[in-house]
């Protein structure tokens, strides 16, 4: 059962990898919608991963118990050893992915909220946020 957990929680982030990947392509084009149509498949791969990770403590802890007296290293055969060497590159790279991501998420709010300051300036009144009266761009009448 450990080495499935593995397998499958290798594949949920690999599968998370691609994503971010087709997320990056999709920013630098500025095409947003199709990374708001992923958000759930994202999260639901996340969901999953979250499941196999803790269904791998599981069994980890099972074996631990069962065989107290023997080191982890010894429980776990060369195939689990891989799988859980896989497993720490994987989230290495998902790791470095959402990092840059991140970076491309952050640059294009930016670059959102500048264009909104421009467009509507505003100042602080107490902890919020209104529209200054002097907004030379934008003119509203009613």
């Not at 947003?32 to 999953?48: A, C, I, T, V, Y």
């Not at 195939?79 to 998902?94: A, F």
């Not at 491309?104 to 209104?130: Q, R, W």
Request: charged share 30%; hydrophobic share 40%.
């Amino acid at each position: 059962m450990l080495s499935y957990h593995l397998q499958s929680a290798i594949n949920d982030l690999r599968d998370l990898i691609k994503i971010t990947e087709s997320d990056i392509e999709d920013i630098q084009v500025a095409n947003h919608n199709p990374q708001f149509d992923r958000l759930k498949l994202k999260e639901e791969k996340l969901k999953s991963f979250e499941s196999k990770k803790a269904m791998i403590d599981h069994e980890i802890s099972a074996l631990i118990r069962l065989h107290p007296d023997v080191e982890l290293p010894e429980l776990l055969n060369e195939e689990q050893h891989t799988m859980l060497n896989e497993l720490k590159v994987e989230l290495s790279n998902l790791h470095s992915i959402n990092k840059r991501y991140a970076k491309l998420v952050l640059a294009v709010s930016n670059l959102y909220n500048t264009f909104l300051e421009n467009l509507i300036p505003t100042e602080m009144n107490g902890y919020n946020k209104v529209a200054s009266k002097d907004s030379t761009i934008l003119k509203v009448r009613a």
